[in-house]
């Protein structure tokens, strides 16, 4: 059995920290391929200035470029309405019938998970893999994690915190202020060539 990972978020722009993510999960969790999932409409956030989805996914699939069991996939942005897991969880599971799929998510959003639409229905369907995002909070996560484990399988990968969001990333940029070190290369290319986030 192959071991698929699939993370999603804005990636508005995405930036070190998802990568670092992403590369942690995949020794972490032995994946055979992890698959980035550019979000149309986020539900759980606003989308304010919030690149054409074009942009987000040629970027994502910049940021990947010449790496090894890293791919990018255009489907929750082909998908019209807002960007739920479980569609995704399922449209996944179609994909890779027999492979153990594991869904990435950040600390933040295993705390509210409950709150997400049909969350059990994602539970019979993936695995979570929650990465820590502070320091010391890998208590806070096992207790929350034991209670949803009756609806499925929860891994937590402590990792060490990536300090930078891409909400701080477009204020430098807006501002004119150093950004490129936040970025993998091709990213900032990219974003100096379309003028974006300005």
């Given at each position: 059995?192959?071991?698929v ?29 992890l ?11 606003s ?68 709150s ?6 994602v ?8 990465v820590?995002?502070e ?38 940029i ?14 900032v290319?990219y ?8």
């Amino acid at each position: 059995m192959s071991s698929v990972g699939i993370f999603g978020g804005t990636f508005n722009p995405v930036h070190n920290g998802h990568m670092h993510l992403a590369e942690m999960a995949l020794h972490e969790l032995k994946l055979d391929r992890l698959i980035f999932i550019p979000s149309n409409i986020p539900p759980h956030k606003s989308a304010e200035n919030l690149c054409s989805n074009d942009d987000r996914f040629k970027m994502c699939s910049l940021a990947v470029s010449g790496i090894q069991k890293f791919q990018v996939s255009d489907y929750e942005l082909k998908r019209s309405g807002k960007s739920y897991s479980v569609y995704t969880a399922g449209y996944f599971r179609e994909q890779f019938p027999t492979d153990r799929i594991f869904m990435l998510i950040g600390s933040d959003m295993l705390m509210s998970f409950d709150s997400w639409y049909r969350y059990q229905d994602v539970l019979k369907m993936v695995d979570l893999a929650v990465v820590s995002r502070e320091n010391d909070d890998i208590a806070i996560l096992e207790k929350k994690a034991d209670f949803l484990r009756k609806y499925g399988e929860i891994k937590i990968i402590d990792s060490d915190p990536y300090v930078i969001s891409s909400t701080e990333i477009r204020e430098k940029i807006k501002k004119d202020e150093k950004f490129s070190c936040y970025l993998p290369e091709k990213v900032v290319q990219y974003i100096r060539l379309n003028n974006l986030y300005k």
